[in-house]
Nanobody, 120 residues
């Protein structure tokens, strides 16, 4: 059974940084594309970043490009999201999940999420 356990969320001031981590079990990263999506109240779900387990290719949403970095450790079966220069618009629950079609917008089997709150 696939499981994702996200951690690392919290409250931070604008301009601050957070690093999210996702421990994956039940699958190997080598054969999957894993990503982070976020969900804020009254907003559409947004695919933030995705990474290929086979070649490390990445995708970033325009809203986070240049500020967020996704990485993976296939040996540890973890995927991380380094978030810098955070803004209030980044406030959301962040989820780690399988990117079903390689488009970073359709998901399967996500975890419980971790909340990120950016405010002054």
């Amino acid at each position: 059974q696939v499981q994702f356990v996200e951690s690392g969320g919290g409250s931070v001031q604008p301009g601050g940084s957070l690093r999210l981590s996702c421990q994956v079990s039940g699958i190997t990263l080598d054969n999957n594309i894993i990503g982070w999506f976020r969900q804020a109240p009254e907003k559409e779900r947004e695919g933030v970043a995705c990474i290929s387990g086979s070649d490390g290719g990445t995708y970033y949403a325009h809203s986070v490009k240049g500020r967020f970095t996704i990485s993976r450790d296939n040996a540890e079966n973890t995927v991380s999201l380094q978030m810098n220069n955070l803004s209030p618009e980044d406030t959301a629950a962040y989820y780690c999940a399988i990117d079903l079609f390689g488009l970073c917008n359709t998901w399967s089997s996500w975890g419980q999420g971790t909340q990120v709150t950016v405010s002054s």
